[in-house]
């Protein structure tokens, strides 16, 4: 380990620890929402889904919420539920990228850090990227613990890895749509929404859809896409809300993100805190509504993948509700 890396490390480590004993977890959960939102969070009785989704992540810390949020360990959980076919190719992992693991790369690849989300470099010519520029950039995402962020408490004890997996792109060569289905369970009842992400890396647009691909009057982040480019309905729809259900049974919330690949269904990442509760619906209705939703106590109620085991219904044959 070279002096520069260790040097990055204690300095991100003793920011951390400062960080964390300038205010608690609750401290800076509490102020970050009031910045964003403009008021505090009831984290005693809460109502609205950010408001849930804030009181969650401060108590995310157990066994079954860290594997499934660590890129590498879901993989295994994935496997054993909808089949290994399911997983984009893993091309190698290790703690640190070496000039030996790049060399051995392919032209074209996804790297990415294990421990958190927005740490990824998309790779389509190995020859436009040197090995000094992607270990700088990777020894920043290891270097720092994601959690420390928001104080999403999930992904604080995650042993930190880089990751290398295939570039999965479609028949023009670009990267596929992003699908990400927002699972929750109440009552033994499931119900999805669809969030479509379009154009990530160049006009991004977000929608969102009912189950049977209605399109919900919902704003979030970024703009909805414009009169006649709005998403279509992907002739796999029935493929990716039973492999999405099939992962979200047990949970009463779950975000989870798949790709279709040249007619093929891909799993991405299972999230529990998409944007670690900040993001800001238009209208907020729909705010409270997915709240509504959300199931807070049972999924208080998990620590393990035996809980969870517990708790998942016996018919994997499970109906999806609409919700508008």
């Known amino acids: 380990m070279s002096l520069l890396f260790s040097f990055q490390r ?26 964003r939102f403009g008021h505090p969070p009831s984290l005693e009785n809460p109502t609205s889904w950010s408001e849930k989704l804030t009181r969650f992540k401060l108590e995310a810390d157990r066994p079954l919420y860290r594997q499934l949020a660590d890129k590498l360990a879901v993989r295994d959980f994935v496997a054993a539920q909808i089949g290994e076919e399911y997983l984009i190719p ?10 030996k693991m790049f060399d051995a790369l392919p032209e074209a690849f996804v790297i990415k850090a294990n421990h958190g989300s927005a740490m990824n470099h998309i790779v389509f010519n ?7 520029q992607l ?13 420390c ?84 309905r992907p002739e796999q729809l029935d493929a ?7 992962l979200a049974n047990g949970f009463a919330y779950v975000r989870v993100d798949l790709y279709v690949v040249q007619g093929r269904v891909y799993f991405g990442e299972m999230t529990f805190t998409p944007g670690s509760g900040f993001e800001r619906f238009e209208p907020p209705t729909f705010d409270r509504a997915w709240g509504d939703l959300f199931d807070l106590e049972h999924q208080l109620s998990l620590f393990t993948l035996k809980d969870l085991e517990a708790a998942r219904i016996s018919n994997t044959e499970m109906v999806v509700t609409n919700v508008a």
């Open 135 to 147: 270990r700088q950039e990777t020894d920043r995402w290891i270097s720092r613990n994601f959690y």
């Open 149 to 232: 962020g928001s104080r999403e408490t999930q992904y604080r004890q995650i042993p930190r890895r880089v990751l290398v997996e295939r570039l999965m792109t479609d028949r023009n060569g670009t990267v596929p749509v992003d699908y990400k289905f927002h699972c929750f369970r109440k009552n033994g009842k499931p119900y999805i929404i669809v969030q479509v992400d379009s154009d990530r890396f160049d006009d991004h647009c977000r929608d969102y859809f009912t189950a049977d691909w209605q399109r919900l009057p919902l704003k979030v982040k970024y703009p909805n896409s414009p009169e006649g480019r709005h998403p279509v």
């Open 10 to 35: 204690l300095r991100c480590l003793c920011s951390e620890t400062f960080r964390r004993i300038k205010r608690s977890d609750r401290q800076e959960a509490i102020r970050q929402y009031q910045k």
């Open 90 to 99: 893993l091309i190698d992992s290790a703690p640190r990228l070496s000039r």
């Open 126 to 132: 190995k020859a436009q990227v040197s090995f000094a």
């Open 240 to 246: 990716l809300l039973q492999a999405a259900t099939t």
